[in-house]
């Protein structure tokens, strides 16, 4: 009979990945469902990107690379970090690895030990806490709260700092909530880390180009330079280049990380896809006129999920910053009974209820660490977006 390994035995697959799965056996059954699970942008690959990789075939780049990446790709990862972020990296200083999650993965199973903690501030996106328990670590849970916009505050940090403590876990813009760090507010949680000099900070910046409003990004290394030196900052193509299935994705961090980093991946996975890792160049180093114009778009899109969603009875609809989620509490119809006749416990019973009654999709809030709320991806037409936040108006009004 088989058996899940111990270490599998501490993760549960991802809720996200859970609610596409069964969005689309409902479709298969017949069921008008819409969509609001997604985690990429409903947008083609660019076409200089494209034409790059077609290139790199033609020109026989199919064999293995570099471990960590292509030269080549380094140097575009520097000059982007020096161009967009004021960071001075060297290519010794960069790891590709085949997509963000991979990055994530390989710097947690290259530096924890079993009891090592990571301080993950909640709401997160589904596959930290999971990645940290696969890797051997701990990972200590922060709430923050609506109220602070979804943003960890110095004291909730302090709070959670142990004598374990091996890393904190930065994301912004964040998967599920939107929330991005202004640069007084990463200022503040630097202050904290001063004081903690054996405490690592892991910045997830995928969605770094998605903010909105004239937010100006700025990354913790670059806030407080003396966090350099146990700063590793991570990106990827995925997201702002619409690249997801490309898996690429890569981080800037002190050498010896970086080299453990290799080591897991020499044992594992090897290179990137040598392919794709042409691809990143040109999307790095080519026009970033792409940019801008989806950004705008995605703006429009959270303009227009924010109001609806605030017409809904029951709902309060928060507006984030950036990336292509909101984060909306359904505090207000906990308790209160759906269409179906079923009360609706908590977030999980509420998503359930709106896809089964209105086939609408979206993502319970537990999953990603913070209750009573859900996640909408705005990643859709706004004809679907409409759609969609219609049929959860219609039933929030139905909800008794
Ligand atoms: C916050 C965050 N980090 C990392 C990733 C992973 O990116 P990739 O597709 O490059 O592995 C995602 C993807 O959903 C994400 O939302």
């Known amino acids: 009979m088989f058996t899940e390994s111990t270490a599998l035995r501490r993760v549960k697959p991802s809720a996200t990945l859970a609610a596409t799965d069964k ?6 059954q017949g069921k008008n469902i819409i969509s609001l699970s ?18 790199a075939i033609v020109d026989g780049k199919t064999k293995y690379t570099n471990t960590d990446g292509i030269l080549e790709l380094k140097q575009a990862v520097c000059a982007k970090f020096e161009r967009e972020n004021g960071l001075t990296y060297k290519p010794s ?31 997160y996106w589904v596959s930290y806490p999971d990645m940290v328990l696969l890797a051997g670590g701990e990972p200590v849970i922060a709430a923050t709260s609506m109220k602070n916009g979804f943003k960890l505050k110095p004291a909730e940090l302090e709070a959670a700092i142990t004598p374990r403590t091996r890393w904190l876990l930065l994301n912004s ?24 000099p054996d405490i690592w900070v892991l910045t997830d910046d995928m969605y770094e180009h998605l903010v909105f409003d004239d937010f100006e990004f700025t990354t913790i290394a670059q806030v407080e330079p003396a966090l350099y030196e ?15 299935g490309w898996r690429i994705g890569y981080a800037g961090g002190p050498e010896p990380l970086i080299k453990a980093m290799e080591k897991v991946m020499s044992q594992t996975t090897s290179n990137a896809c040598s392919i794709s890792q ?15 114009p989806h950004a705008k778009l995605f703006q429009e899109r959270r303009d227009l999920v924010v109001s609806m969603l605030n017409q809904a009875r029951g709902l309060h609809c928060p507006t984030p910053e950036g ?7 359904c505090e207000g119809l906990i308790g209160k009974k759906s269409p179906s006749g079923r009360t609706i416990r908590n977030d999980e019973d509420f998503v359930l209820e709106l896809l089964e009654v209105e086939g609408a ?19 859709a037409s706004t004809e679907r977006l409409e759609d969609a936040c219609s049929r959860i108006q219609r039933f929030c009004a139905n909800v008794r």
């Open 361 to 379: 999709n979206a993502v319970y809030g537990a999953a990603f660490g913070l209750s009573p709320f859900f996640r909408v991806s705005y990643a």
């Open 23 to 28: 969005a689309r056996e409902l479709a298969r």
């Open 230 to 244: 146990r700063t590793l900052t991570m990106n990827g193509v995925s997201k702002a280049y619409a690249m997801t």
């Open 278 to 292: 042409w691809a990143a160049v040109e999307a790095l180093n080519g026009t970033q006129d792409f940019i801008k």
């Open 323 to 329: 990336a292509f989620y909101v984060y909306p509490s």
């Open 93 to 123: 200083q960069i790891n590709v690895s085949p997509g963000g999650k991979a990055v994530l993965f390989n710097a947690f199973t290259a530096s924890l030990s079993p009891g090592d903690e990571v301080v993950i501030p909640a709401p």
């Open 38 to 55: 997604v985690g990429e942008p409903d947008f083609d690959t660019p076409e200089n990107v494209k034409q790059a990789a077609i290139k």
């Open 173 to 196: 813009p964040s998967n599920p909530s939107g929330a991005a760090y202004t640069r007084s507010e990463l200022r503040a949680l630097a202050d904290v880390l001063l004081r903690y």
